[in-house]
């Protein structure tokens, strides 16, 4: 008698080992980036708990509580540092935001593809330099002797100027390199949308007799919107990033006070002085506050984008300019400014706002007012900054 074997049902644990299996090759490649998330993404991500503990390196960690994150909030030199993160990310991340987008339509104008072709080349090639090398190029362009910029200074008989060790000049070098390295790159998302625009929009709008800057303004912006909000969102969640790499290559004793960033505190702390747990605190701080920002609750990318830029500039640059500029301005009016002006924005756009006329202005401008006038007047009728501060205010100026 013949008899019929039947194969039995694999599980789904087997059917899954067989698909690994079959395809080994793939998943061998695959490994050394699955390794390297786990270990430099994952595990970290466990060993935070190292914030809220005493660290140990022979023993079972003890319990801290919330003792590593008091000690960072009654330093002094954390609100400075913090300050200084907050300028830098605010220059690299709003400053330079239109500048990405403006190389993009420059771009798109020129009418010589070889050209074009030429400008995207030289452009995008700083991108994959290391900030070591930009660095490098920086300083002896910079250089008071024999830099190429004090040498064209000399020829109207200017003096020689140290821009990598003067206070007021560093941030501008911070800013032109940055730019300089990204500006190409950045600009691709925009210029990849706009090639992706509808010819017949082009020969509509020039059918209606439109200018090229009436082009521009109606039909090219209009399809860079959704890329600058979606740019502008991932970029939230690095705002208190401002780039390790390029302001630990382009610092020095002469100007650390002014450009020193949360990046740079956390190394000191952690690999230099080997106080693990509070550049954790830093760290953990610095990620909460990312993840805050990025976050969507509402699931409305434009009221986000919308929010973000008008609660930025109306509840923060007032304080920002005060703290810069007027040395009576304190904690308090900060903190009032930035709650005043935070509060405005919701209160403009959906409770004066709609009323029409001439209470239909974009809510930034209004929350900037209100912020810059409670920022004064909460610092006057308060105590002034301590000599110390005020004494650190005109050094640093």
């Known amino acids: 008698m013949q008899t019929s074997l039947k194969q039995q049902p694999k599980s789904k644990g087997q059917r899954l080992l067989m698909r690994i299996w079959q395809d080994r090759v793939l ?45 960072i909030f009654s330093s002094n030199g954390f609100f400075t540092i913090l300050g200084n993160t907050l300028r830098i990310s ?3 991340y709003v400053l330079m935001f239109p500048f990405s987008v403006a190389f993009a339509i420059l771009l798109n104008e020129l009418r010589s593809s070889r050209m074009r072709k030429l400008v995207q080349v030289s452009t995008y090639l700083p991108h994959f330099l290391s900030w070591v090398v930009i660095a490098g190029i920086f300083i002896n362009i910079l250089s008071p002797t024999g830099g190429i910029l004090n040498d064209f200074r000399a020829l109207f008989g200017l003096p020689a100027v140290d821009y990598m060790t003067q206070k007021d000049t560093i941030m501008g070098v911070l800013f032109a390199s940055s730019l300089w390295r990204s500006l190409g790159w950045d600009s691709i998302i925009y210029f990849a949308a706009i090639i992706g625009i509808n010819q017949s929009l082009y020969e509509a709008a020039y059918m209606d007799g439109a200018t090229r800057m009436q082009v521009i303004r109606y039909v090219v912006l209009p399809a860079l919107i959704t890329p600058m909000v979606t740019t502008f969102i991932l970029n939230l969640g690095f705002f208190l990033d401002a780039g390790f790499d390029q302001v630990f290559n382009f610092t020095n004793d002469a100007v650390n006070s002014t450009i020193d960033i949360l990046d740079t505190y956390i190394y000191r702390l952690g690999l230099t002085q080997g106080q693990y747990e509070v550049s954790t605190a830093v760290g953990l701080l610095k990620g909460v506050v990312g993840v805050v920002l990025a976050r969507d609750p509402d699931s409305s990318v434009f009221g986000i984008v919308s929010f973000a830029w008008a609660g930025f500039g109306g509840s923060f640059g007032a304080v920002v300019l005060c703290a810069l500029f007027w040395k009576r301005c304190n904690w308090q009016g900060a903190l009032a400014g930035m709650l005043c002006g935070g509060l405005v924005v919701f209160v403009w756009k959906y409770i004066i706002s709609p009323l029409g006329g001439v209470f239909g202005i974009y809510e930034l401008l209004p929350a900037f007012l209100v912020s810059l006038a409670v920022c004064a007047v909460v610092s006057l009728v308060t105590p002034a900054p301590t000599e110390d501060i005020l004494a650190e205010f005109d050094a640093a100026k």
Do not use: C, D, H, Q
């Open 27 to 71: 998943y061998l490649l695959l490994a050394p980036a699955m390794l390297y998330f786990v270990f430099f993404r994952l595990w970290p991500i466990w060993n935070m708990r190292l914030a809220f503990f005493n660290y140990k390196a022979r023993s079972e960690w003890t319990w801290a509580g919330l003792k590593w994150f008091e000690i």
């Open 90 to 92: 605010f220059m690299k």
